[in-house]
C-alpha cells in the first residue's frame, strides 16, 4: 500500500519571482537578493561578479520581496510576505552570519475577498509604515514607531475594489499611496490617498488622474527630486505628479518588470512580455519633468524582475526562460543591441508537461521536460549523476587493476596504460596515430599480475608485484634496482606515490621503502597481528611527492590504522565494527579537508575526518554505495580533486560547500578506474567494466545534469517513442507583427538523440494541441501517436468542437492515418485495453481501433462516461480509471466488458480543483490541486454499505507549496533491485516553478522512523522568519486548514545531513538512535533522486 | 541611432563587475549557494515585534473614534496640531461607515 509517503525536491524551484539590490550583508557590500518562489537566495557583487552566499528556504510562498532601511539602521532589513498571509523581516547578523528575525505577524483577516490580481506589499520610503493590500476593499498598515519598530497592524477601507497597483509617493509628509484601479465600466485610473496613522484612515489625497490606458497595469513611484509617478500602460506611458503630467505612445507591449537604474530616479529598465529590454528616460530641466524618452536596449529573457547591480550589469530574472546577468554596452553591436548577456542561471519553470524516458538504455530514467513560455520554450533534459562520455573502447576480459604512468616525471600528459591480469601485465600506450596500441616497458615483469604501480621521481616508474618491487627507467625502460621480498612472505598488496612504497606481506608484515635515484632503500619493517588487506600513502600535506602518513586496513580485526611515516610508527586505531573487511583505504582531502575513506567489503564506505597532526580520526559516517566491494582511487576532473568509488554501484565522492556528496555514475558496474590523461584523450578515465576497457571523459561533477534545447516556442505536451526512436510535441508559436498578434499550433516530431524537428504537422486556426499518446491497439502491433485537439473559438466559454488525430512515424515523417471528430477538447489520451480513451469536456470517451474493408483503420466510439465538469487528467490501470476534474477532485471509474460500458465506481466528494492525478497502486491516488496542495485517497472496497464503497476516502495531505502540472511513474536514478531503495515505488513530478520532486511511498516502519525524525528536526531547524513548518505543511485552502498527515517533507529530512555533529547528536539522544545509523538512513533517501 | 541617454550608469564600488570572467552563455552558470538550516534560537523575534491586527473591525472603530470625539472636552481641540484636518475628517469617516450599514 503506498499510503505512506515522501515527498523530496530533486531539482529546486528555478523560477525567479522577486529580485531586489541592496547592503543586506553589510553596510559595504552590495547584494542582490532573489526570490524563487519558496526560497531566496543572496549573492553579494564582487569583482568575480555575483557570488552566491547563501540559499535561504522559507517556509511559504513569497508574495513580496523588499529591501528597507529603518533611520538610524546601517543596513538594509529584508522584508519578505508568504502568500498564507505571514510576513517577517529579516536583518543579517555578520558577527555570526545567522539569519536573524526582526520581527514577524500574521496578517490575515478572519474576513475578506483574496484579491484577484496578486498581494500587494510595499514599504513608505520614509519608513512610516508597510502597506499590505490582501483582501478587497482593504489596506493593512503596520506602523513603524520611531525606533524602527513595528506596531500593531490595522485596517482601512479602500474603496476602489479593482487595484491594479498600489505604490508609495516618494517625497510626501505624510505617507501617501497612489492606487492604480479599474472602476465598474473598466476604464483605469489613479487616484492618491495620505494615510493617517493617528486616525488609522485615508486622508484624500493631493491628486488622482482618470481614463489612463486601457492596459495600465504597472505604477513606478519616482524618486527626489521628481517625485510622482510614472503609469506604464501597453500603448502609452505616463509621467504623473501633483504638478505634471507628461505621456509618450509605445509601440503596444506589456511591461513584466521594470528596474530603477538612477538613486535620482531618471532613468528605468523596462522589460516586456516578449523580452525586449527598454530604457526609460525621464527628461528634466532643474528638477522640472520635461518629458519621455524610451529606447529599445535589446532582448534579454521574458523578465519577471529587473535588478541593476552596479557598473553598467543588470540582473534579468525570469518565470519563462533562463535568468540571466547581462552588460549594458556603450556602443550597439552589429544587430544595434546594447544588451550582452554574461551569465545564464537554469530555470525550468514553467514545467508543463514532462516524460520519463531511458535514452542512453542504462536502465536509468531521465526527464524529458517542456519547460519555458512564449520565445524562450524549450525542453530540458534532466539526468541524476555524472555521464562517461566514450572515447575508446576495447574488448578485456578479467582486468584486476590499471594504472597510468607517464614516459617522463614532468611530461604532463600520461603515456602507458598498465593493465594487469591475474596471471600477466600488459602495457599500452598511445601511439603516433593516437591510438592504443601493446607495447613493453622492458624492465616490468610481465608474466605474473602487477599489485601497483606509480611514477616515481627521476624519470622512473615502480612495479610492485607479488614477489618484488621493480624501479625502472621511464625513459630507457630498463630495470634500476629491485627490491625482492623474502621468500616465503609474498606480497598480499601494495602502494605507493613519486618518493615512497609501502606493501604487505603475508603474515602481517608491513614494509616501508623509500625511492631514490636508481635506488630502493627499506627503511622500516613492522610486524603486526593480522593479515592486511588494503593501504594508502596517497599525499595529502603541503609535500606532494611525500606522505607523513600511511592508511592500513587490518583483517581479523576489522580496523583501520594511521601510522605516522617514515618512522612507521602507530599513531590511531580505529575499529570499524562488524564483520566486513576494508577492501581499499584513500587519504585525500576536498576543499583543503583531510578525509580518510575507508570501503568496506559489501558496498559501505566509512568516512572520517583526519587530523593530519595526530592522525586522529573523527566524525565516522557510513553510507551505502552499492553492495560489492569497492575500489577508491582519486582522479582529477576542471583542477580539483574527486574519487571515484568502481563497484557494482560506480559513484563519485566529491565536496561541495565542505560536505561529502555522492553521484551515480551512469555506468553498471565498474571493477577498476585509473585517470588516464593522455594528449589524444585528455582529462579521461580508464574504466574496466563487464569485460571491457574504455577511455572516456566525465562529465561535470555534479547531480543534476540539464542540456537545453531551446525551440523558440511553447511546448506544452510531449512524449515519446520507442519504435521510432522519436519525441512528438504539441507546441505554439506566437507571432506578433505591429497589427495583430496570432498564435499557430504544431505536433512535430523529434530525434530522440539530435532533439532537431524532423517532421511538423500544423492544426488548423484555433487548433490547440492538448493531449498527446504513444500507443498501440489489439490486433495492431504498429506504434501510434495519438494527438487530442480543440478549437479554441474566442468567442465560446468552452471548446465544443475537437479532433483525435493518429499519426504513425514513417520514414522519419509523420503521416496521419485516422482522424476523428469530438464535441469538445481531448484534454487527455490514455492507451485502454488495446482501445483509446480520451477524456473530451465533461465526458470519458473509449473508442476502437476498428480495420475497415479496404484495409484502412478508423476510431470508432464504443462507450462513454458523462458526469465531469471537465475532466482534465485521466490516468488508468487494468479496467480502473481515476479522473482528475477541474472542480470536482478526483473519481475512479470501471470499464465493464460485457456489458461495454464505464460507471463510476467511487468519488472524493471534497471540491478540489485538480491540476494532475496519479495512481500510486490498486487503491491509491494521488492527486495535486491548484491550492498548491497534495492529497492522497483511498478506494474502499471492503466498506459495508454501497455509500461508503461510493466514497474515496482522503487518507493523506500536505502542502506542497508548488502548483504540480504533471506526475510520472519513474525514477531518476538507476535502480538496483538487491538494495533497499531499489524496492521503494517513485513518482516524479513537474511544476510551475520548475521543480523535479520525487514522491516515493515507503514502508511503514520507515516511515514511522521518518516521521519522528521529522518531528525532532522540526524542534532543531528552525524556520527563517520564525515561519513554522508544521504550519507550512499543512493543507490550505480557502474552506480548510488542517495537519499534515501521511506525508513528510523529505526536503527537511535530508537537511539532517547539513547540520553539524553537536546537533547531530542532540537528535540522536532523543530518538535513541546512533547518529551513523540516522546519516545511513537520511543517505539512503537521498539516493532516491 | 541616438545613444542620448545610454552609458554613464551608475556605479556603487568600480570593483564589481571588473574582473568577471563570463561563462559561455551556452553553458549556465553552476554556482551554487550553501543552503541555510538555522538551528539558532533568533529566528524568533522579540516577544513585542510579533505583529498582529488590531481586532477591532473598522466600523467599530470608527464609531468610538466619532464618540471619543463628542466626549473629548471642547479645549482639546485648541490642542489639536492640525484642526482643520481634524474637522474635516468626521465627516468623511461618517460618509464611508454609512456605505458599511445595510
Known sequence: ??????????????????????????????????????????????????????????????????????????????????????????????????????????????????????????????????????????????????????????????????????????????????????????????????????????????????????????????????????????????????????????????????????????????????????????????????????????????ASTISYLDNAFVYVGSSYGDSQLIKLNLQPDAKGSYVEVLERYVNLGPIVDFCVVDLERQGQGQVVTCSGAFKDGSLRIVRNGIGINEQASVELQGIKGMWSLRSATDDLYDTFLVVSFISETRILAMNLEDELEETEIEGFCSQVQTLFCHDAVHNQLVQVTSSSVRLVSSTSRELRHEWHAPADYSINVATANATQVLLATRGGHLVYLE?????????????????????????????????????????????????????????????????????????????????????????????????????????????????????????????????????????????????????????????????????????????????????????????????????????????????????????????????????????????????DFISTYSLDQFEYGCSILNCSFSDDSNAYYCVGTAYVMPEENEPTKGRILVFMVEDGKLQLVAEKETKGAVYSLNAFNGKLLAAINQKIQLYKWMLRDDGTRELQSECGHHGHILALYVQTRGDFIVVGDLMKSISLLIYKHEEGAIEERARDYNANWMSAVEILDDDIYLGAENNYNLFTVRKNSEGATDEERGRLEVVGEYHLGEFVNRFRHGSLVMRLPDSDVGQIPTIIFGTVNGVIGVIASLPQDQYVFMEKLQTNLRKVIKGVGGLSHEQWRSFYSEKKTVDSRNFLDGDLIESFLDLGRTRMEEISKTMNVSVEELMKRVEELTRLH | MGSWSVGNWPSFDPHNFSQLRPNDPSAPSKKTPITYHPTHERTIPPPDQVISSEAKNILLRQLYQRSDEKLRPKRAASENLAPEQESKHPRASGASSSDLLP
Not at chain 1, 563519485?652 to 553498471?668: A, E, H, M, P, Q
Open chain 1, 1 to 302: 500500500m503506498s499510503t505512506y509517503n515522501y515527498v523530496v525536491t530533486a531539482h529546486k524551484p528555478t523560477n525567479v519571482t522577486h529580485s531586489c539590490v541592496g547592503n543586506f550583508t553589510g553596510p559595504q557590500e552590495l547584494n542582490l537578493i532573489i526570490a524563487k518562489c519558496t526560497r531566496i537566495e543572496i549573492h553579494l557583487l564582487t569583482p568575480q561578479g555575483l557570488q552566491p552566499m547563501l540559499d535561504v528556504p522559507i517556509y511559504g510562498r513569497i508574495a513580496t520581496l523588499e529591501l528597507f532601511r529603518p533611520h538610524g539602521e546601517t543596513q538594509d532589513l529584508l522584508f519578505i510576505a508568504t502568500e498564507r498571509y505571514k510576513f517577517c523581516v529579516l536583518q543579517w547578523d555578520a558577527d555570526t552570519n545567522e539569519v536573524i528575525t526582526r520581527a514577524m505577524g500574521d496578517v490575515s483577516d478572519r474576513i475578506g475577498r483574496p484579491t484577484d490580481n496578486g498581494q500587494i506589499g510595499i514599504i513608505d520610503p520614509d519608513c512610516r509604515l508597510i502597506g499590505l493590500h490582501l483582501y478587497d476593499g482593504l489596506f493593512k498598515v503596520i506602523p513603524f514607531d520611531n525606533k524602527g519598530q513595528l506596531k500593531e497592524a490595522f485596517n482601512i477601507r479602500l474603496e476602489e475594489l479593482q487595484v491594479l497597483d498600489i505604490k508609495f509617493l516618494y517625497g510626501c509628509p505624510k505617507p501617501t499611496i497612489v492606487v492604480l484601479y479599474q472602476d465598474n465600466k473598466d476604464a483605469r485610473h489613479v487616484k492618491t490617498y495620505e494615510v493617517s496613522l493617528k486616525d488609522k484612515d485615508f486622508v484624500e489625497g493631493p491628486w488622482s488622474q482618470n481614463n489612463l490606458d486601457n492596459g495600465a497595469d504597472l505604477l513606478i513611484p519616482v524618486p527626489p527630486p521628481f517625485c510622482g509617478v510614472l503609469i506604464i500602460g501597453e500603448e502609452t506611458i505616463v509621467y504623473c505628479s501633483a504638478s505634471a503630467f507628461k505621456a509618450i505612445p509605445i509601440r503596444p507591449s506589456i511591461t513584466r518588470a521594470y528596474g530603477r537604474v538612477d538613486a535620482d530616479g531618471s532613468r528605468y529598465l523596462l522589460g516586456d512580455h516578449s523580452g525586449l529590454l527598454h530604457l526609460l528616460v525621464i527628461a528634466h530641466e532643474k528638477e522640472k519633468v520635461t518629458g519621455l524618452k524610451i529606447e529599445l536596449l535589446g532582448e534579454t529573457s521574458i
Open chain 1, 515 to 755: 625511492i631514490g635515484d636508481g635506488v630502493l632503500v627499506e627503511k622500516k619493517h613492522a610486524q603486526l597481528k593480522y593479515d592486511i588487506s588494503c593501504l594508502d600513502i596517497n599525499p595529502i600535506g603541503e609535500n606532494p611527492n611525500f606522505s607523513n602518513l600511511a592508511a592500513v586496513g587490518m583483517w581479523t580485526d576489522i580496523s583501520v590504522r594511521i601510522f605516522s611515516l617514515p618512522d612507521l610508527n602507530l599513531i590511531t586505531e580505529e575499529h570499524l565494527g562488524g564483520e566486513i573487511i576494508p577492501r581499499s583505504v584513500l587519504l585525500c582531502a576536498f576543499e583543503g579537508i583531510p578525509y580518510l575513506l575507508c570501503a568496506l567489503g559489501d558496498g559501505h564506505l566509512l568516512n572520517f575526518l583526519l587530523n593530519t597532526t595526530t592522525g586522529g580520526l573523527t566524525d565516522r559516517k557510513k553510507v551505502s554505495l552499492g553492495t560489492q566491494p569497492i575500489t577508491l582511487r582519486t582522479f582529477s576532473s576542471k583542477n580539483t580533486t574527486h574519487v571515484f568509488a568502481a563497484s557494482d554501484r560506480p559513484t563519485v565522492i566529491y565536496s561541495s560547500n565542505k560536505k561529502l556528496l555522492y553521484s551515480n555514475v551512469n555506468l553498471k558496474e565498474v571493477s577498476h578506474m585509473c585517470p588516464f590523461n593522455s594528449a589524444a584523450f585528455p582529462d579521461s578515465l580508464a574504466i574496466a567494466k563487464e569485460g571491457e576497457l574504455t577511455i572516456g571523459t566525465i562529465d561535470d561533477i555534479q547531480k543534476l545534469h540539464i542540456r537545453s534545447i531551446p525551440l523558440g516556442e511553447h511546448a506544452r505536451r510531449i512524449c515519446h517513442q520507442e519504435q521510432s526512436r522519436t519525441f512528438a510535441i504539441c507546441s505554439l508559436k506566437y507571432n506578433q507583427s505591429s497589427t495583430e498578434d496570432s498564435e499557430m499550433h504544431f505536433i512535430r516530431l523529434l530525434d530522440d538523440q539530435t532533439f
